[in-house]
């Protein structure tokens, strides 16, 4: 079956401080893989995403995620945190077609410590 | 870069009416847009594809009747909310994905409370 996993609910971290958000995936092919922000009250945004290619990609706002296969994982990281970036997170996996629908995992809620 | 309108931002209403969204893909056509539902602290739960064109495609216990979905052009899909109760209270939020394009775009949500 396919599934995402984002095993932690919440997290606190201070501001300045590295961040790691887990991501794992279940699927029957290579998927599509996004991470998605979203604040309070408001729509997703998209931070990055990976198809192919480099396993390391780059987002916006100074995000990037690691696709590693053996781990069927894709973990988001950023290397100092801002105030602003408080706010929840998704994961998501989606098949190539366009037609075909995104599984999001549970979200990972961020706090940042002042 | 491709944008997705959802309007409105929020509603309020009475119980035992009806409330349509609308979800706009500004700069592309969007054959298939997708609706989605937000609990409180949750993530989203998919409800229908809606299909330029032809009937959309709900997800195992929504109820169709209840949540009606009208794509009738490449850049407009509805989800109208049928006599709405409060347990229909929630965060509605549509995307649509480019053809060709990879990614996903979202609107920024309708934020439904009934009363």
């Known amino acids: 079956a396919q599934s995402v996993t984002q095993p932690d609910i919440h997290i606190t971290v201070s501001e300045g401080a590295s961040l790691e958000l887990r991501c794992n995936y279940s699927?029957?092919?290579?998927?599509?893989l996004f991470w998605y922000v979203q604040s309070p009250g408001q729509g997703l945004q998209l931070l990055l995403k990976y198809f192919s290619g480099d396993t390391l990609v780059q987002g916006i706002k100074g995000f990037e995620a690691e696709f590693k296969r053996s781990q069927s994982s894709f973990n988001l990281r950023k290397p100092s945190v801002h105030w602003s970036d408080a706010a929840e997170y998704f994961c998501a996996v989606g098949p190539p077609s366009s037609a075909s629908k995104i599984i999001f995992g549970s979200g990972t809620r961020l706090s940042i410590r002042p | 870069g491709a944008v997705v309108s959802q309007h409105p931002s929020w509603v309020i209403c009475k119980s035992g009416t009806s409330v349509k969204i609308e979800c706009r893909s500004l700069?592309?056509?969007?054959?298939?847009m997708f609706w989605y539902r937000q609990f409180p602290k949750q993530s989203l739960m998919l409800m229908a594809t809606?299909?330029?064109?032809?009937?959309?495609?709900?997800e195992q216990g929504v109820e169709k009747d209840k949540f009606l979905i009208n794509h009738a052009s490449l850049t407009l899909s509805t989800l109208t909310v049928t006599s709405a109760h409060p347990e229909d209270s929630s965060f509605y939020i549509c995307s649509a994905r480019e053809q060709g394009l990879e990614g996903y775009t979202f609107g920024s949500g309708t934020r439904l409370t009934v009363v």
């Open positions: 809606s299909n330029e064109g032809s009937k959309a495609t709900y």
């Open positions: 699927y029957g092919a290579t998927p599509y």
């Open positions: 700069d592309f056509q969007a054959t298939t």
